[in-house]
């Protein structure tokens, strides 16, 4: 394990960090470590539970996407706003930026949460570190994240003070839809072991995360470990059990209306936090056809999209996504357009969004916005394994 984060460490210097040149890159793939000769079998299923491992190479043979306008200068804004070593940062304006545009997000010690935010809409639309327009960007990105991997007896942590545990959640799902998508036996380990440590901060009585390892959880910082299982799942890695048992656990205590909304803490009717414990049932083996679950997806679509709180529209996106039929083609019609009128056009934020004046928005920024927006705009590709629907699960 340590001889690879310290490959991946080099690897980060190798690469050139002036102007992608998309040209020169051809179609040869980006490794992270180039020495590695890639393997084109399946990611084989590992998971102690019934639910399905993807196909990886059916993944990486589906991964090319043609890539529309809206996509594209999302992508480009962000791929602008990469740091020299591979990272991003929430105060955007750092780096090659030079301040050019505003909203930046205050939450500036939050490298791997902000790296690994900005590396999803990539992944989401089959971009990764050895295919795509976006080779470079990805790599380094990836590579960023594992040279920052902190190592001990409970596994791999990318926890930081300021990101807290959501850094951790956020960068496993990244390096597992990685993973899922190329099938690098390079990151397997590290993916391995930061489910690993997932599992070890699960609070061990309530079966929830949040800022800490072990404290007892909420529904916002839960539902994006939930997802990391679910993407470790789906890339064939070993999933306890015990932990998926105990996250239902968490989602059954904050639960309302015998099932249809979720709170924060405690039983409750949050907008954001209902779209969230929706979707996590279905990572946990929930089915759609529950009563409950069908009266959880009325009464979010039915608040329809929020013209400021991308939080809450991407974790509703992707519960209404699992519904399909009508209500999904209404509200991803609702969304994009919404997301089309507020679209940056103009000057360097050209492809980005800064909506609203939340806690989270002042924290993330612009950065944090455009991430959110593109996983929106991207969902019904389904490149990421926690977006894809099973339809015998229908």
């Not at 991946?8 to 210097?13: E, L, S, T």
């Not at 706003?81 to 997000?105: E, K, M, V, Y």
């Not at 900005?118 to 976006?134: D, I, K, T, V, W």
């Not at 679950?293 to 529209?313: A, C, E, H, T, V």
Request: proline share 4%.
């Amino acid at each position: 394990m340590q001889k690879a984060v310290e490959q991946v460490a080099v690897q980060v210097k190798r690469i050139e960090t002036g102007p992608l040149d998309l040209h020169a890159l051809g179609d040869a793939p980006i490794s992270i470590d180039q020495t590695i000769v890639q393997d084109d079998s399946p990611a084989q299923e590992d998971s102690r539970n019934s639910n399905k491992a993807v196909n990886g190479k059916q993944r990486r043979d589906a991964s090319s996407i043609d890539l529309d306008p809206q996509n594209v200068s999302a992508l480009q804004w962000l791929a602008e706003h990469q740091l020299p070593d591979g990272s991003w940062n929430f105060d955007h304006r750092t780096g090659p930026c030079g301040g050019r545009c505003d909203g930046a997000g205050t939450a500036t010690g939050a490298t791997n949460a902000a790296t690994a935010m900005a590396l999803l809409p990539f992944l989401s639309l089959g971009q990764s570190h050895q295919r795509g327009e976006y080779q470079q960007t990805v790599g380094r990105g990836v590579a960023y994240l594992v040279s920052k991997a902190k190592h001990d007896k409970n596994g791999t942590s990318f926890h930081e003070r300021q990101g807290t545990m959501y850094s951790h959640g956020l960068a496993t799902i990244v390096l597992c839809e990685a993973y899922g998508l190329t099938g690098d036996k390079q990151l397997k380990d590290v993916c391995q072991s930061a489910l690993g440590f997932i599992d070890y901060a699960q609070d061990p009585v309530g079966g929830g995360w949040r800022y800490s390892p072990r404290q007892p959880g909420d529904t916002s910082v839960s539902g994006w470990h939930v997802s990391a299982l679910k993407s470790g799942q789906l890339a064939g890695l070993t999933v306890p059990d015990k932990t998926l048992i105990g996250a239902s656990r968490f989602f059954d205590s904050v639960q309302s209306d015998a099932g249809a909304k979720f709170g924060y803490t405690t039983p409750g009717a949050r907008r954001s936090t209902t779209a969230i414990g929706l979707m996590s049932r279905i990572h946990l083996g929930g089915k759609r056809d529950h009563e409950a679950w069908q009266r959880g997806i009325d009464y979010i679509q039915k608040i329809g999209p929020s013209p400021s709180d991308l939080y809450f529209n991407f974790h509703a996106t992707q519960a209404i996504s699992q519904h399909g039929g009508e209500p999904w083609t209404k509200w991803q019609k609702s969304v994009g357009d919404l997301l089309h009128k507020t679209q940056a056009i103009d000057g360097h934020a050209t492809g980005s969004w800064h909506t609203g004046n939340d806690h989270s928005t002042s924290r993330g920024g612009r950065l944090y916005c455009t991430s959110l927006a593109t996983l929106i705009l991207a969902i019904h590709h389904r490149k990421l394994g926690i977006s894809q629907v099973e339809e015998d699960d229908r």
